[in-house]
């Protein structure tokens, strides 16, 4: 598994939407904040469609394949887990990831424009994105590795991000 893979993936699962996979680009043009309707329905989107999309690809993984998703997935949230990303996504511990995690579901252009310009996020969330996959990979394998896979994913586990 390789990053571009996992940003295919993510794009795949979009395609069970196809009315938002549009709107949802047209969210990256916006200078404006974007908490408004069009944010909380995309909200909803990756968790009833988006989220549920992916989960039917990854239950056919193999344990590798399932290992090596979470692994990216981890490192994408580790990398946003930054004080200067917070100020914007904002949330306590588990907001804050959760808001990383809608950062990832909404694609690669969204999370490397909010990686670069954390000033362009929005305090949207998704928890499908920051835990399910790592519940679904312990269900599916029974692992004992206490859920980290590279990095912790856990807000304020990226020392450098919080000095």
Do not use: C
């Amino acid at each position: 598994m390789t990053e571009n893979k996992f940003w295919d993936l993510i794009e795949d699962a979009w395609n069970s939407a196809p009315e938002f996979k549009e709107k949802r680009l047209d969210q990256l043009k916006e200078d404006e904040y974007w908490v408004n309707e069009l944010g909380v329905e995309i909200e909803k989107v990756i968790s009833d469609k988006v989220f549920p999309k992916l989960k039917l690809v990854l239950v056919k993984f193999s344990k590798e394949e399932s290992f090596e998703f979470n692994r990216i997935l981890e490192r994408l949230l580790y990398n946003l887990d930054r004080e200067e990303v917070h100020r914007y996504l904002e949330g306590g511990n588990d907001g804050f990831l959760y808001a990383m995690g809608f950062v990832v579901a909404m694609g690669r252009e969204y999370y490397y424009l909010i990686n670069q310009f954390p000033e362009k996020g929005a305090p949207l969330v998704s928890e499908e994105f920051a835990y399910m996959t790592r519940a679904l990979y312990h269900q599916l394998y029974d692992d004992e590795n206490r859920g980290i896979f590279e990095v912790d994913r856990e807000t304020g586990s990226n020392v450098n991000g919080w000095k």
